[in-house]
């Protein structure tokens, strides 16, 4: 078992720290009394190869492949559920050893259709769709076997893939773990992640407040009825009041760029709806089911990569599926929740890079 505190180290003398200059707070995160700036990303690269896969249900699915055609594959596994896109996913990777594939899950991103519209169906997709989607295209793209690359959400299927299909995975690198357990979800939608975030709280509550919602009862159900009302302006609003609560919570240090980035009123639909629906039904796993098939994964080489402050997951999750799953190496970071939090983004590379053969 290998766990360590990594980036969490206080300097030892007042004259050994590097102060930023005003204005600088936004790219970089405390790891003790130190700043670590974000420079730990491969340089951006363009898609090799790109298109639509057809999955069924009348769902195209997008997906690109950068990086050596010949290169060791895997597969990168976006948050949300409906997060979707982005570019900086290919650069947790080397180009130069990996065959880097990237795909948007069900009506988010390039696929199609999309959640924000009226054509998609919501009942053809949950997470077992999206595991069987995985499955096609490792198929589709002649992969014997994949490394799997997720966090947030995109640990949980990643979870949830790799314990369906463990024969085909060669390694995990997982961050700020997820499983859906109705605690995890009480924590940050009903009470908890509020006390520390109140400020951003009383926005996402507002639509809840406007509505008549009674907060004795789950807000998550509440936000069902709102982000699918007959009324576009309700949904629309409830949809970027979801969004950005996640958003604005989501980094160490508040990030205005951030908030902005995810502020897109078709984006901010489609995420809530997505995110949302899955929530209402737990996912699709019964209670704390990903932790407990865990331990068909011990022979699987794992990172886990966790930040300590993180909200919307917070660590005890990660503690929870180390205790079923030991021989992965749970590395605890000085961070919140993103993946671009510098400490995060370290540990990924580095995990990643010892990876590649």
Request: with cysteine; proline share 7%; aromatic share 10%.
């Given at each position: 078992m290998?766990?360590?505190d ?21 790219s ?8 670590v700036p974000p420079d ?7 898609p ?11 769902q ?8 050596r055609p010949?290169g060791k ?5 976006h948050?949300?559920?409906?997060g ?18 990237c795909?948007?899950?069900?009506q ?8 924000s ?5 919501p ?21 014997d ?13 990643a ?5 369906t ?19 995890e979800?009480?924590?940050y939608?009903?009470d908890?992640?509020?006390h ?25 159900g ?6 699918w ?86 660590a ?15 590395r ?16 990924l ?9």
């Amino acid at each position: 078992m290998t766990t360590a505190d990594a980036g969490g180290g206080v300097a030892g003398a007042a004259s050994d720290l590097r102060l930023p200059a005003p204005g600088d707070l936004s790219s970089m995160v405390v790891t003790g009394a130190q700043f670590v700036p974000p420079d730990a990303l491969y340089p951006p690269i363009e898609p090799y190869d790109s298109g639509m896969l057809d999955v069924g249900d009348g769902q195209l699915v997008y997906y690109e492949q950068s990086g050596r055609p010949d290169g060791k594959p895997s597969v990168f596994v976006h948050g949300g559920p409906g997060g979707g896109g982005g570019t900086d996913r290919r650069r947790f990777f080397d180009p130069q050893r990996y065959r880097i594939i990237c795909f948007d899950q069900r009506q988010c991103g390039a696929s199609t259709p999309h959640a924000s519209t009226a054509a998609s169906d919501p009942t053809v997709n949950t997470t077992w769709h999206l595991v069987a989607d995985l499955e096609r295209l490792r198929t589709h793209l002649g992969v014997d076997r994949w490394l799997v690359f997720g966090g947030s959400w995109g640990s949980s299927l990643a979870l949830a893939y790799a314990e369906t299909h463990p024969d085909r995975v060669t390694e995990m690198v997982l961050r700020g773990i997820f499983t859906l357990r109705r605690s995890e979800l009480d924590w940050y939608y009903n009470d908890g992640a509020g006390h520390i975030a109140p400020e951003w709280w009383d926005v996402f509550c507002e639509p809840l407040r406007r509505a008549g919602h009674d907060f004795a009862h789950d807000n998550i159900g509440g936000y069902h009825r709102l982000l699918w009302d007959d009324d576009p302006a309700i949904a629309r609003a409830a949809g970027l009041a979801w969004t950005r609560w996640e958003a604005a919570t989501s980094t160490l240090l508040f990030s205005p760029a951030h908030v902005e980035s995810m502020s897109d009123p078709d984006y901010a639909l489609a995420f809530a709806r997505i995110e949302n629906r899955f929530f209402v039904h737990g996912g699709w796993f019964t209670e704390g089911q990903l932790i407990a098939d865990a331990r068909r994964l011990r022979d699987i080489p794992a990172v886990i990569v966790q930040g300590r402050y993180d909200l919307p997951c917070p660590a005890t999750t990660a503690i929870d599926l180390h205790r079923v799953w030991p021989e992965a190496d749970l590395r605890m970071v000085l961070a919140g929740h993103s993946a671009m939090e510098p400490n995060i983004c370290r540990e990924l590379v580095a995990a990643t890079d010892r990876f590649a053969g």
